[in-house]
């Protein structure tokens, strides 16, 4: 069964930094785009980045550009995020998922979450 798990979260201090990984299995890492997404308490989901199939990197909100990176090891069916110059602002549950090509993000495979707090 495919299975997407992320690690790495926890608690920094504003202006500190995280990197968030996610390990795909059961699935060929290099045929998905895969992505991160967040969801802040009494907010919507928003995308964050993701690196679709090509290896095309793309962020999403305009909020991490320039703080975070995407990126992804292939032979390790990973995918990271690193996060830089982290505020209160980006308090989150942050989510991994794998979409096929063609696909919606819903449709695709889902970690269950992994919750980052920044204090101020």
């Known amino acids: 069964p495919q299975l997407v798990v992320e690690s790495g979260g926890g608690e920094v201090q504003a202006g500190g930094s995280l990197r968030l990984s996610c390990t795909a299995s059961g699935l060929t890492f290099g045929l998905y785009a895969m992505g991160w997404f967040r969801q802040a308490p009494g907010k919507e989901r928003e995308g964050v980045a993701a690196i679709h199939i090509g290896g095309v990197p793309a962020v999403y909100t305009g909020l991490v550009k320039g703080r975070f990176t995407i990126s992804q090891d292939n032979a390790k069916n990973t995918l990271y995020l690193q996060m830089n110059s982290l505020t209160p602002k980006d308090t989150a549950t942050f989510y991994c998922?794998?979409?096929?090509?063609?696909?919606?993000?819903?449709?695709?495979?889902w970690g269950q979450g992994i919750q980052v707090t920044i204090s101020s």
């Open positions: 998922a794998a979409a096929t090509c063609g696909r919606t993000w819903d449709s695709g495979y």
